[in-house]
């Protein structure tokens, strides 16, 4: 067998060849040699070698073979080396699966769903360069590398989201995106920066070694802790990058990309790197209350509010959008509890359902050429029978039915919130449990508007309505998307349905992370979770008779009938909480805050910087005044020099009395 140290530069360059192939032979940037087919073919064996590779990885880290070392200098600053190496333990191992699986999926999907676009090797190599980038960021060693991973993913999602550049609302949406996340990007440096100082290193086991010494330290000015200050700084950045409040206006608006992307960025990998990264750093989190109670308020906003605002979108597309941001704050409360392991474990159930949801949203997109509008759609399940059944899946694994793997997830994720003994932890938990309803809601809404009705599209004028992923809107009855298309879904299906009980003994209570992270079974929130475990099959029975279940039938049954049974329910209440509704459709007014207040106001501010500090103070007193007072000093001097020589003579008595009267007082 290969020797690990090259089976894992292989794992992370393969899909990076792949993606430079592409980019520079197949897009006509270095000519064109390398044709459509050709394009996704590398691309796909790349994340193929990838994806085997890391399944290899996996089952050689569960017989203990782990790895922590440098393959390379980058340079010697001082005492300070700046490496690039690996961390293969069980965390990156699980990571690795997860990422290049989804990619895999989606690298599959695309071949169908961008068959008649014509930036087509131009997605692949991005989709291949992201894969590589999420690689180096989950194996990183150290926070040089995390934090060229971190930057790498997100200038990729960047050029993702903004892939058809000719669209104004796409190049508004990525240019968003980009400036979103520099602001969590901003505090995520600082973070790093602090920890360098105090520790020395940028290495992981280094700092981790430190982290007691660490939370002894004083932050200068105050009397914080250095490392809470440290912690939460690195989480800011977590909460750009996986969409935490107030930081999460970007991830919507990023639907403008091409539907596949959504599935990679916004499913499986981007935004879950923050949720990684405080796994990660569990270490040091651990060792201050303060920071996890911050983190699990900012979660339990995200989880409840952030998925109300799904029941009130009409774009497939976006509602699902919505979704990922609850979840994502289901985690993030999760870490807040510090289940580190159940934040994990929601992460990768979440990753394949989230998945399917997104790629079945887009094979429901091409058989409504392109309309993505539900309110347009109904009765799309005899038209799309194997879409229908893996979008069912899909729905039935995010709203959490007992032994979907959603379920075994999401419900240890509400026990962790009520065991917590933070700040905080009450509203976590009921901010969870609320949001089964909702999450019951917006889900069962788009499921029976989609699948279930009456048929609400006009087969010859369908197109009229279009907005969606491409520019060929054209007539006709729906049809089942090709096999390249629904292949995909029907893989993601099936570890949607089962790896929740595949998976839950090991992550979570068999001990599978050891070292990796922090979980400690003595932690209030994992006893009380260990304390209730009798095995998947009984947890799953247990469920039927829990709140959380009968909050989410209560979902399904007000959907139903409001959809169903009397669509006219949901006109009336809209017309009734006019004012609500014009909240949420604004999304809380987070958008026009941005806009009017903090992009304004920076206007503003740097307006009067411009015109006070640089027009006022640097070109008016200290360039043009300094140039101002020498002229003046020298029309004062030129009446000196006047060729007299008695008036030379005066002005040496004057100086030489000048120095006398000094020179006496000085003595005196």
Not at 126 to 146: E, K, P, W
Not at 338 to 350: G, K
Not at 459 to 488: F, I, M, Q, R, Y
Request: proline share 3%.
């Amino acid at each position: 067998m290969m020797n690990s140290p090259s089976l894992y530069l292989l794992i992370a360059l393969a899909p990076l060849a792949g993606a430079l192939l592409a980019g520079f032979f197949g897009t006509g940037f270095l000519g064109s040699w390398i044709g459509r087919f050709a394009a996704h073919r590398i691309t796909i064996a790349g994340v193929m070698i990838s994806f085997i590779g890391s399944v290899v990885v996996l089952f050689q880290v569960l017989d203990g073979h782990t790895y922590n070392g440098m393959l390379y200098t980058w340079s010697v600053i001082g005492t300070t080396r700046v490496e690039i190496g690996f961390l293969i333990d069980s965390l990156s191992a699980l990571m690795m699966v997860v990422v290049t699986f989804v990619s895999l999926m989606v690298h599959i999907y695309t071949i169908g769903y961008m068959v008649d676009d014509p930036g087509y090797s131009r997605f692949f190599s991005y989709i291949s360069l992201f894969t590589f980038s999420m690689l180096m960021l989950v194996m990183a060693n150290n926070m040089l590398q995390l934090f060229f991973g971190w930057e790498a993913v997100g200038l990729v999602s960047y050029l993702l989201i903004g892939f058809w550049y000719t669209r104004s609302t796409a190049v508004y949406a990525n240019l968003k995106a980009f400036l979103v996340n520099r602001v969590g990007d901003f505090g995520f440096i600082l973070g790093i920066g602090l920890l360098f100082a105090y520790s020395g290193s940028l290495n992981y086991a280094d700092v981790f070694s430190q982290a007691d010494a660490l939370a002894k330290i004083g932050f200068p000015g105050s009397d914080w802790q250095m490392l809470t200050v440290a912690c939460i700084c690195l989480f800011v950045g977590a909460m750009g990058k996986s969409a935490q409040v107030p930081l999460h206006t970007w991830l919507p608006d990023s639907m403008e990309g091409p539907t596949p992307i959504s599935a990679l960025i916004h499913a499986a990998t981007m935004v879950t790197a923050g949720i990684f990264m405080v796994a990660r750093f569990s270490p040091l989190f651990e060792l201050s209350n303060t920071a996890l109670s911050f983190i699990i308020i900012i979660g339990s906003i995200g989880a409840l509010f952030l998925g109300i605002l799904g029941i009130v979108q009409n774009d497939i597309k976006r509602v699902i959008a919505y979704s990922t941001l609850s979840q994502l704050g289901y985690m993030t409360v999760a870490l807040g509890a510090s289940a580190y392991s159940v934040a994990i474990f929601h992460l990768m159930t979440h990753a394949f359902f989230k998945a399917l949801l997104f790629l079945g949203a887009g094979s429901v997109i091409i058989g409504m050429h392109h309309d993505q509008d539900i309110r347009n759609m109904g009765g799309l399940r005899k038209y799309m029978p194997i879409t229908w059944i893996t979008f069912l899946i899909g729905t039935l694994a995010l709203v959490g039915t007992p032994f979907f793997s959603g379920f075994y997830s999401k419900e240890h994720v509400i026990e962790a919130a009520g065991a917590a003994n933070v700040w905080g932890a009450s509203f976590a938990y009921y901010s969870t449990l609320i949001g089964v309803f909702v999450t019951s809601v917006y889900s069962f809404r788009v499921y029976f508007l989609v699948f279930h009705g009456k048929e609400r599209f006009d087969t010859h004028a369908v197109a009229a309505h279009g907005h969606g992923d491409d520019h060929d809107h054209h007539g006709g009855a729906p049809k089942e998307s090709p096999w390249v298309v629904t292949l995909p879904l029907v893989l993601l299906a099936i570890p949607s349905v089962v790896a929740g009980f595949w998976f839950i003994d090991p992550l979570l209570f068999d001990g599978y992370f050891g070292d990796a992270i922090v979980n400690l079974p003595q932690h209030p929130a994992m006893a009380e979770l260990a304390h209730h475990w009798d095995g998947w099959v009984a947890y799953a029975i247990h469920g039927f008779s829990t709140v959380p279940f009968w909050l989410m039938i209560a979902g399904l049954v007000v959907t139903w009938y409001c959809y169903l049974i009397n669509p006219r329910v949901p006109a009336a209440i809209k017309n009734n909480l006019s004012f609500l509704y014009r909240v949420l459709e604004n999304k809380y007014y987070a958008d026009w805050f941005n806009e009017q207040v903090m992009a304004r106001g920076t206007r503003m501010l740097g307006r009067g910087f411009w015109q006070a500090g640089d027009r006022g103070l640097i070109d008016g007193l200290m360039v043009n005044g300094s140039a101002r007072l020498v002229g003046w000093v020298s029309a004062v001097s030129r009446h000196l020099q006047s060729g007299y020589i008695f008036h030379y003579a005066f002005a040496m008595i004057v100086g030489i009395m000048a120095f006398i009267s000094f020179f006496v007082l000085t003595v005196k």
